[in-house]
């Protein structure tokens, strides 16, 4: 059965203080890997796609990396506007149109 | 661009009524899909269409359903509400190939009481 895990559940930081977000995943060939970002009372917002192991992908603060059994979103120098809850996602081959999300790391970034 | 809308945002039922919660969308999207999300649980994939007149069941399909008549809209059933369905739905769509990112809804609150 296809899984994702993510750790940890939640995390402070001060701003300018850097950390990663950690998302390990089983599935039966991966399609992609998806990286959403979910504010309070809103819909994720759609933020990065990895298809292999050693792909990276970035933008502003955040970069996400893959490897054959984990993902990591780096979060380098915080601001407080990066609190959010981090969705992890995978899809599987096989044609099948599921996505299969972990329960999100709640970041919250103290100014 | 409006991109995905849901309506209403908010509703509360009672056991054993029935409601449709709406989702439309406006970037010629050919994928749509239905999650519930549940406090401290990962999103559930319900019923996903990849065209009009073309629907197909996800993880968690039991007492809901489907049409998709139009490209634009996507409409989900609830038949006889229980408390179970309790949770927040969310529509999403996206354009067929890569990066498969989806477009999501800003999300149905439903409480059944």
């Known amino acids: 059965e296809d899984q994702v895990t993510q750790s940890p559940e939640a995390l402070r930081l001060q701003e300018g203080e850097s950390s990663s977000l950690n998302c390990s995943y089983t599935?039966?060939?991966?399609?992609?890997l998806f990286w959403y970002r979910q504010d309070p009372g809103k819909g994720p917002e759609f933020l990065f796609t990895?298809?292999?192991a050693g792909e990276e992908k970035e933008k502003e603060r955040l970069k996400a990396t893959l490897t054959k059994k984990e993902s990591f979103l780096h979060i380098t120098a915080p601001k407080p506007e990066d609190s959010a809850t981090y969705l992890c996602?995978?899809?599987?081959?096989?044609?099948?149109?599921?996505?299969?999300f972990g329960k999100g790391t709640k970041l919250t970034v103290n100014p | 661009n409006a991109g995905v809308t849901q309506t209403p945002k908010f509703r509360i039922l009672k056991i054993g009524q029935s409601m449709t919660l709406q989702c439309a969308q406006d970037?010629?999207?050919?994928?749509m899909y239905w999650y519930r999300q549940d406090p401290g649980m990962g999103l559930k994939l319900i019923y996903y269409?990849?065209?009009?007149?073309?629907?197909d069941k996800g993880e968690v399909p039991n007492g809901y359903n489907v049409s998709r008549s139009t490209t634009e809209d996507f409409p989900l059933r609830l038949e006889l509400a229980a408390p179970s369905q309790t949770s927040v739905y969310f529509c999403?769509?996206?354009?067929?190939?890569?990066?498969?990112?989806?477009?999501f809804g800003s999300g149905t609150r439903l409480t059944v009481v």
């Open positions: 990895l298809y292999s």
């Open positions: 970037m010629n999207h050919n994928y």
């Open positions: 599935v039966s060939g991966l399609r992609g």
């Open positions: 269409s990849v065209g009009a007149g073309i629907t």
């Open positions: 996602a995978v899809g599987a081959q096989g044609g099948s149109e599921k996505l299969v």
């Open positions: 999403a769509s996206r354009v067929q190939g890569a990066p498969y990112g989806y477009t």
